[in-house]
Every structure is written in C-alpha cells, then in structure tokens.
C-alpha cells in the first residue's frame, strides 16, 4: 500500500494566518506533516501546533462533528489514527481550538488499485490555455487533455466537454477529481477509447489566477453556454485534432455542471450527442420539481421528441444515494424522458455530494462514450 499526499488547498498553515504587527504576540504555528498510510488501511495524522489547547482529525467522509481527538506530545506534535478506511481520496481536515483547518489530500491505496490511482504506463498530457472571452470581456483558461499517443497520432479524436462544480475551477477535475489517471488506466485496459477532454471555467468571471481566489458570482448559464460555443469550441478545434461531429462529442459534469452539461446538451443537440449529468439539480422557483415544470422548462424536446430520439447516443444520469433530493428530482426528469420514449438511464451509487461519488460516476461513464 503506498500514499500519495497532496497539499493542494495548503501553502503552509502558517502563511495564511495574519502577519505579526509590532508589538503584538507572534502568530500561532500551525504545520501540517505528511500522513502516514499503513498496510492495513489505517492512517496517521500529526499536526505541529504547540500553542493549540485541542486538535481533533477527520476526512470527508466524516462530519465534523466526529472528528478524532489528537494527542500532543513534548515537542507540541499533536498525532492520531484514522481508520481503516476504504481505498480512495480524501479531503482531511484538523479541528484546532474549534476551528476546522483543510490541510490537504491523502490517497488511500488498495490491493486492487482503483481507477484514480496512477500506475507505470503509458501517460496523457494536460494543457493549460488562456484565451480571451470576447462576450465576457475578460480573459480566462480551459484545462485540455489529451491522450496516450495523441502527439505521434495523426488521427482525429472525439472530444468531451467536461465541467466542474459550483465550488471549483477549471482545475479541478484533474487536480481533486484525477480525471487525468482515470483516462489513462481505462484507455490503457481498452475500457474506454482514446479521447480529448476539455476542462473549461464554468463561472462567468475571469479565471482565477496565483494569488487570487475566484470570487464564484452568481451564475449565468446563458452567458458560459456562449463562450463554451462561441470561443472554448472553436479554440478547441483550432488547436487539437477532435472530430466536428456531434456523434463524436459529449458533455458531462457534476453539480453546477451536471445541471449546465444537461441544459446546454439539451439545448445544442446539433453539437452534443452524449450527455451526462452527476449530482445535477435543477431550479425550482418554489417546492420541488414537478412534472409541469420539467415539461416547461424543457418543452423544446418534449413537445416534438422524435428529432431528440433520432440524435441523442445516450443521456445518463447518476447520483450519490445520499443526496435524497437530487436522487428525487432526477427520477422524475427521467421519468418524463421515459414518457416520451426518450431512452435515459438514471443510476445512484453509494455516497453523498462528494468527490468520491464524482470520480466513481466518470469511471463508470467513460466506457460508454463513442461506442
């Protein structure tokens, strides 16, 4: 079993506490060490924080509320043990004096290494451009990989189009999500083919930068669908070889993106032929989803559904079963696709509103794209 420690949300605790002014006491040390993972599944967390009264551990599969009490030792090390837990990624987080602290990420390796854990093999690249959005009047960037082989290929590839949550940037399918690892081991196993990703900025801001949080303002889906069409795509097609056809290109996302991967897929069946939506949930003015507002708000298909039924390759659906009022709503919207013989397919699988539904829901999807 090995361990892969990444303190991505993490500079050093101490860098982002406030700078000592004169006269005034020096700042608390707060200094993260690297998680130890062992055999059995179980890991060690240690924090150096020699002025905390109390530290407590959890991960993200664990409320905050549960967090395990450290022990502290002569040097202000203060040292626990998780677990065991199941093979995966997680967000953990120390409890000092009260206040919860993300560290970083702590990889979980199996026996049987899951999709997301990377091995020796043959490696996609990720690039990073930015481009100016003309309808936004701002500049922002788009995450791109490619494949295995890409650069030695002379081919065309299919393209998906794949977005982020409310919460994240363009980064995060690769950096937290390792859609990245996840591509390269099922291309390698033959699971999925050999693909183009796009990772664009789903919030119509500019794209955060070192130094600068994203502030994540309202959203407005009208505006990203217009610079995902009218600047990503074309910048896209300019500088990779992806296919045009709309058979050869899918758009799938999770939470906010879930919802915009469904509404734009819907909306541009003449660009997008696959489309799958993760922990997507859909705006209700008041009360829950009902059928008159699924018909409403999607009457362009529903009305005439024989031009949807003609070009749609797949609509697939999935959801954490925890996240009871999304699973609600997503029956429903596939209940009305169903009712107007629009084929669908609406899953759930262990877990809530978290990464470990997400990487688990692309794993599951990619083996289906452009067969």
Aim: with cysteine.
């Amino acid at each position: 079993m090995s361990t892969l420690v990444v303190f991505a949300a993490l500079l050093g605790l101490t860098a982002s506490l406030p700078a000592q002014r004169a006269g005034q006491p020096p700042a608390p040390t707060l200094r993260p060490l690297d998680p130890q993972v062992k055999e059995d599944g179980t890991v060690i967390f240690s924090i150096l924080a020699p002025q905390a009264k109390s530290v407590a551990v959890y991960v993200d599969t664990m409320a905050p509320s549960a967090a395990v009490p450290l022990a502290v030792d002569s040097r202000g090390v203060w040292q626990g043990r998780l677990g065991p837990i199941e093979a995966d990624i997680y967000t953990y987080s120390f409890v000092v004096d009260g206040v919860s602290i993300n560290a970083g990420l702590v990889e979980v390796v199996g026996r049987t290494p899951e999709a997301w854990h990377p091995r020796k093999g043959p490696h996609g690249s990720i690039h990073a451009h930015w481009y100016d959005a003309k309808a936004l009047g701002m500049l922002r960037s788009v995450y791109v990989y490619t494949p295995p082989g890409y650069e030695a290929s002379t081919a065309n590839y299919p393209v998906l189009y794949l977005l982020h949550g409310s919460g994240g940037a363009e980064d995060v399918w690769v950096s937290i999500g390792a859609a990245n690892v996840i591509l390269d081991n099922l291309i390698a196993d033959g699971k999925a083919k050999p693909m183009v990703v796009v990772m664009p900025f789903g919030h119509a801001e500019p794209s955060p930068r070192v130094g600068r949080a994203a502030t994540f303002t309202a959203r407005d889906n009208t505006a990203f669908m217009k610079d995902l069409v009218d600047e990503i795509m074309p910048l896209v097609q300019r500088t990779y070889r992806v296919s045009r056809r709309a058979d050869d290109r899918a758009i799938a996302g999770f939470s906010m993106g879930g919802s915009q991967a469904r509404q734009i897929g819907f909306a541009r069946l003449d660009l997008f032929h696959w489309i799958a939506p993760f922990s997507a949930g859909f705006s209700t003015p008041a009360g829950d989803l009902t059928v008159e507002m699924v018909e409403q708000s999607y009457a362009g298909i529903l009305e005439d559904p024989a031009p949807t039924i003609a070009a749609l390759k797949l609509y697939w659906a999935a959801c954490g079963a925890d996240e009871t009022r999304l699973v609600t709503q997503n029956k429903l919207f596939a209940d009305v696709l169903n009712s107007r013989g629009i084929r669908q397919t609406f899953l759930t699988i262990p877990g809530g509103h978290t990464w470990h539904v997400w990487r688990r829901n692309l794993r599951d999807l990619l083996p289906l794209l452009f067969r």
